[in-house]
């Protein structure tokens, strides 16, 4: 612990006065005798000069104890009533100040504050009152979107533009849980608020509807979707439909601030994606009705970003509309030109849609999309091998062939030379469509739960993100935290000790999500101590058949991944989990907050730091003490109420709670 320097100078500052005060009385009587009586006087004090240091050390250490006492009772008063302030300013918690401490002013005032607080929280009740009466109505229709919302017959997600789930009915909840890929815990639930949903659906998929989503929305589409299929790590097959996300209330051409997810599993009986099955996958993508102009306007930009090729889009008819899969034809289009970038270095190219003359072979009803080039010899032999080869579109691969595409399509490929242009082409027929009518509403069917999992607040946190704040950078109430806690066999993890439980929940925009929780008994392979079996509880019986740390740490991993790690004394912790790098491969590397360091942080003047003692002075109620998940809870809500705090100090960034946390004393402990 960090002394108070002021203490420190109230307990030593006696000593120093009585010495300067002997010294001085020694001085002056000295100066006033002569020589003969200054050796007298020596011959009389020398031999009891010990005598003399024993009174002085003996009555310095009294008066400095005195000192030091009164200083803590009267001098650090003041600074731990204005600690006991601020926790009452920038929370909510119940506590009231202690009026018994420090001098006669130090007392009053507390008192004084404490009728404040009473006067403050009637004041607040009623504007509670008051608001809940207003928004009863508000809460009557969120209570019916979410019944609507649950009664649907698909799984549905609702996510920010980054991706962050905001959303989520119970039937998803159910329904991706048995996809998931990580089954060791019991009841693991893939997704979560504020997690992303890219670790469960491809991001190329998601990103292509979504693109094809806001085409429609800028075309001025007044219900625009896109579906697509895509594959999970269990090898299931998911249909997913996409519908964005707007403002009521925002003006045309506003950009999306989300996207609404259905999702269905079309193929519950597939154990494993095989090659044969990835193509099969493939060619399942739904064929849907696309503005043939933004079908160009797509493929051009995909061009352009993966091969660096400057891409013309001209001669474009923008009345046609097609009948397509969009994301392996562009996966086609990407392949072919890149075979054109990279054996014959062409760097710019021209795409073109028109219709089909109606007297062409096999043209009728099509439109013939042109990739055109400035005219190079190439070999009919080397047009077949491209368009029978698997698709390469940069780092990504496909089963699927060109060939494969266009048949999906009914389509064909030609290659074409024109000598008096001097140019070439990829000739691609593509069938036609007319423009998708308005999707219907889908069918409600009767279902007895709610969607509990849900916070529209997430909404405004895809800002920071999207402009490409580093993690250091962002605000605390901005960022996913996982906070955890350990039961352990003992409290040397560098002498054997291992985990016997792991209990975390999460923090997602500043709110405690009870809902999403995780706890596992590990069998750690090594007898538990009576001493610690006292604390917690867990006896070896309940023990045995528990899966192996090498088991769980990897569920572990997949629940706190993409979040900040929060612990209390977190160095105990971190150590029991680096020690299982080794062996399990598993590395928890995100940045790591700790409650006692930063309880440290806000209250310096306290005596203790114990969570016992935090959540005192925080108002949080202790339940589940000496329970992984217990202690989670408490460690969580001890948090979000230091929060405030360390804004208060001007620490509002993860960096910035990060530096004032090595700043402390506490922070040099280790394990």
């Known amino acids: 612990m960090k002394v108070d320097a002021r203490e420190l100078t109230a307990a030593l500052l006696p000593a120093a006065l009585f010495a300067l005060l002997l010294a001085a009385a020694g001085g002056l009587l000295a100066a006033t005798m002569d020589a003969s009586e200054r050796a007298a006087l020596w011959t009389v004090v020398g031999p009891r000069m010990a005598l003399?240091?024993?009174?002085?050390?003996?009555?310095?250490?009294?008066?400095?104890?005195?000192?030091?006492?009164?200083?803590?009772?009267?001098?650090?008063?003041?600074?731990?009533?204005?600690?006991?302030?601020?926790?009452?300013?920038?929370?909510?918690a119940p506590a009231r100040l202690?009026?018994?401490?420090?001098?006669?002013?130090?007392?009053?005032?507390?008192?004084?504050?404490?009728?404040?607080?009473?006067q403050r929280n009637t004041l607040r009740q009623g504007i509670a009152t008051k608001v809940a009466e207003a928004s009863r109505d508000v809460e009557q229709e969120r209570q019916r979107l979410a019944s609507?919302?649950?009664?649907?017959?698909?799984?549905?997600?609702?996510?920010?533009?980054?991706?962050?789930?905001?959303?989520?009915?119970?039937?998803?909840?159910?329904?991706?849980?048995?996809?998931?890929a990580v089954a060791v815990?019991?009841?693991?639930?893939?997704?979560?608020?504020?997690?992303?949903?890219?670790?469960?659906?491809?991001?190329?998929?998601?990103?292509?509807?979504?693109?094809?989503?806001q085409q429609r929305l800028q075309r001025g589409a007044a219900y625009p979707s896109a579906q697509f299929v895509t594959g999970t790590q269990g090898g299931q097959l998911?249909?997913?439909?996409?519908?964005?996300?707007?403002?009521?209330?925002?003006?045309?051409?506003?950009?999306?601030?989300?996207?609404?997810?259905?999702?269905?599993?079309?193929?519950?009986?597939?154990?494993?994606?095989?090659?044969?099955?990835?193509?099969?996958?493939?060619?399942?993508?739904?064929m849907e009705d696309m503005l043939g102009a933004d079908f160009v306007a797509a493929a051009a930009r995909r061009i352009e970003s993966q091969h660096g090729a400057r891409v013309i889009a001209s001669e474009v008819d923008a009345q046609?509309?097609?009948?397509?899969?969009?994301?392996?034809?562009?996966?086609?289009?990407?392949?072919?030109?890149?075979?054109?970038?990279?054996?014959?270095?062409?760097?710019?190219?021209q795409l073109r849609l028109s219709l089909a003359p109606a007297g062409s072979a096999g043209a009728a009803d099509k439109a013939q999309l042109d990739l055109v080039w400035a005219a190079q010899a190439i070999s009919s032999e080397t047009v077949t091998a491209w368009e029978t080869e698997a698709i390469q579109a940069g780092a990504s691969s496909s089963p699927l062939t060109v060939r494969d595409v266009l048949e999906r399509h009914g389509g064909t490929l030609w290659f074409e030379r024109a000598r008096v242009r001097q140019e070439a082409c990829f000739r691609l027929l593509l069938p036609l469509a007319v423009e998708a009518a308005a999707m219907e509403t889908a069918a409600v069917t009767a279902h007895a739960s709610r969607p509990e999992f849900y916070d529209f607040d997430l909404f405004a946190h895809a800002a920071h993100a999207a402009a490409g704040h580093a993690l250091a950078d962002r605000p605390l109430s901005e960022i996913a935290y996982t906070v955890f806690d350990t039961e352990t066999t003992g409290l040397q993890p560098s002498q054997g000790d291992g985990i016997i439980q792991i209990g975390a929940t999460r923090i997602v925009a500043g709110k405690l999500r009870r809902q999403a929780c995780f706890e596992q008994l590990v069998d750690p392979q090594r007898p538990l101590s009576a001493a610690g079996i006292a604390i917690h509880g867990i006896e070896p019986a309940m023990l045995r058949g528990q899966p192996l740390i090498k088991a769980v740490l990897p569920a572990f991993h997949a629940f706190a991944q993409d979040t900040v790690l929060v612990a209390h004394?977190?160095?105990?912790?971190?150590?029991?989990?680096?020690?299982?790098?080794?062996?399990?491969?598993?590395?928890?590397?995100?940045?790591?907050?700790?409650?006692?360091?930063?309880?440290?942080?806000?209250?310096?003047?306290?005596a203790s730091h114990r969570l016992e003692a935090i959540a005192e002075r925080l108002g949080v109620t202790l339940l589940g003490r000496h329970t992984a998940l217990g202690d989670a809870m408490v460690t969580a809500e001890v948090f979000v109420r230091l929060l405030p705090l360390l804004q208060a100090m001007g620490i509002h960034t993860l960096g910035q709670a990060l530096a004032a946390s090595k700043q402390t004393g506490l922070a040099q402990v280790s394990y």
């Open 52 to 92: 003399l240091l024993m009174l002085w050390l003996v009555s310095a250490l009294a008066a400095g104890l005195a000192l030091r006492a009164a200083w803590l009772r009267f001098g650090a008063a003041p600074g731990r009533l204005a600690e006991a302030v601020q926790v009452l300013i920038h929370t909510d």
């Open 98 to 118: 202690d009026s018994r401490a420090g001098s006669a002013g130090s007392r009053a005032l507390a008192v004084a504050v404490n009728t404040l607080v009473v």
């Open 148 to 180: 609507l919302i649950a009664g649907l017959p698909q799984s549905v997600v609702v996510c920010n533009l980054d991706g962050r789930i905001l959303l989520f009915n119970a039937r998803a909840r159910l329904q991706f849980r048995a996809l998931a």
């Open 185 to 213: 815990v019991p009841g693991f639930d893939a997704i979560a608020l504020g997690r992303s949903i890219y670790a469960v659906l491809d991001r190329g998929g998601v990103a292509h509807a979504l693109e094809a989503v």
């Open 238 to 286: 998911l249909r997913v439909q996409m519908t964005p996300v707007k403002a009521p209330d925002a003006p045309e051409g506003t950009p999306l601030n989300g996207f609404v997810l259905m999702v269905d599993n079309i193929a519950r009986d597939m154990a494993e994606v095989t090659a044969e099955g990835l193509r099969s996958l493939k060619t399942r993508w739904p």
């Open 320 to 349: 046609l509309w097609l009948r397509v899969d969009s994301y392996t034809l562009i996966q086609a289009l990407l392949h072919l030109s890149g075979r054109l970038a990279d054996e014959y270095g062409v760097r710019r190219v």
């Open 569 to 606: 004394n977190a160095a105990f912790d971190m150590r029991f989990l680096q020690l299982q790098e080794a062996a399990t491969g598993i590395v928890f590397d995100q940045p790591v907050l700790d409650t006692l360091l930063l309880s440290a942080v806000v209250h310096p003047q306290q």
